[in-house]
T-cell receptor, first 113, second 116 residues
Framework: KAGVTQTPRYLIKTRGQQVTLSCSPISGHRSVSWYQQTPGQGLQFLFEYFSETQRNKGNFPGRFSGRQFSNSRSEMNVSTLELGDSALYLC????????????FGPGTRLTVT | AQKVTQAQTEISVVEKEDVTLDCVYETRDTTYYLFWYKQPPSGELVFLIRRNSFDEQNEISGRYSWNFQKSTSSFNFTITASQVVDSAVYFCALSAPHQAGTALIFGKGTTLSVSS
C-alpha cells in the first residue's frame, strides 16, 4: 500500500511570492492534516481537511490556506511568503476523524530567500 | 491548554545500552490519545504507537516498550539493546479531541544518537 506522497520535495521561493504544496493521502484515507516544522517552533498543526471541508485550524495567519479535493488529495497555499515561512511542511493522512492515527509523508522543504 | 514536554533534548548512548525517552503531557480532556513518532534523517515521521487515556497497560513491541502512567501524566518510551539504526529524533504527541479536534500537539523532540 503506497504511503502519503508530497510534491514537490524541495522548493526555493523568494519573499513575497506564493507557493502551493500538494499531498496525496494513503488510499482510503479521507482526512488530511498539515503541519509546519521549524527548528525554533518545532512541529505545529496548520489545518485539517475531511470531506473537502476544513475541520480544524491551528494558530497561523490567513496567508496559510488549503483545500481538499473529492479524491481526498489536498493542497496548501502560502501567499506573500516571508523568510520565517522556511520550514518542512508535513502532510498526514488518517482513515477518518475518529482513528486518531496519522501517517505522515516525507514532507516538502520550503526555503524562502 | 494542551502541552507535551520532552525534557531530554539530546541523548547519546553506545550500542546495546537501554535508553528511556521521557514524555510528560498536560490536558484537561478526560479522553485523549498519546503517540510516539520517530523522525530519521530522511525527515518522514514514522508512527510507532498510539495509546488512549483509558488504557494504561504497558506495551512491548520487540525492543520497544512504553510505560503510560496517568497518575504522573507520563508516557515514557524505552528502547532495549539500542542499535545504530535507532538514531533519530523521537517525538511524543497528544491528541485531545474536545479541545483541539484531531490536531496533534507535539513535544520538542529528543534526539537519540547511538554509536557503535
Amino acid at each position: 500500500k503506497a504511503g502519503v506522497t508530497q510534491t514537490p520535495r524541495y522548493l526555493i521561493k523568494t519573499r513575497g511570492q506564493q507557493v502551493t504544496l500538494s499531498c496525496s493521502p494513503i488510499s482510503g484515507h479521507r482526512s488530511v492534516s498539515w503541519y509546519q516544522q521549524t527548528p525554533g517552533q518545532g512541529l505545529q498543526f496548520l489545518f485539517e481537511y475531511f470531506s473537502e471541508t476544513q475541520r480544524n485550524k491551528g494558530n497561523f495567519p490567513g496567508r496559510f490556506s488549503g483545500r481538499q479535493f473529492s479524491n481526498s488529495r489536498s493542497e496548501m497555499n502560502v501567499s506573500t511568503l516571508e523568510l520565517g515561512d522556511s520550514a518542512l511542511y508535513l502532510c498526514a493522512s488518517s482513515r477518518d476523524r475518529s482513528s486518531y492515527e496519522q501517517y505522515f509523508g516525507p514532507g516538502t522543504r520550503l526555503t524562502v530567500t | 491548554a494542551q502541552k507535551v514536554t520532552q525534557a531530554q533534548t539530546e541523548i547519546s548512548v553506545v550500542e546495546k545500552e537501554d535508553v528511556t525517552l521521557d514524555c510528560v503531557y498536560e490536558t484537561r480532556d478526560t479522553t485523549y490519545y498519546l503517540f510516539w513518532y520517530k523522525q530519521p534523517p530522511s525527515g518522514e515521521l514514522v508512527f510507532l504507537i498510539r495509546r488512549n487515556s483509558f488504557d494504561e497497560q504497558n506495551e512491548i513491541s520487540g525492543r520497544y516498550s512504553w510505560n503510560f502512567q496517568k497518575s504522573t501524566s507520563s508516557f515514557n518510551f524505552t528502547i532495549t539493546a539500542s542499535q545504530v539504526v535507532d538514531s533519530a529524533v523521537y517525538f511524543c504527541a497528544l491528541s485531545a479531541p474536545h479541545q483541539a479536534g484531531t490536531a496533534l500537539i507535539f513535544g520538542k523532540g529528543t534526539t537519540l544518537s547511538v554509536s557503535s
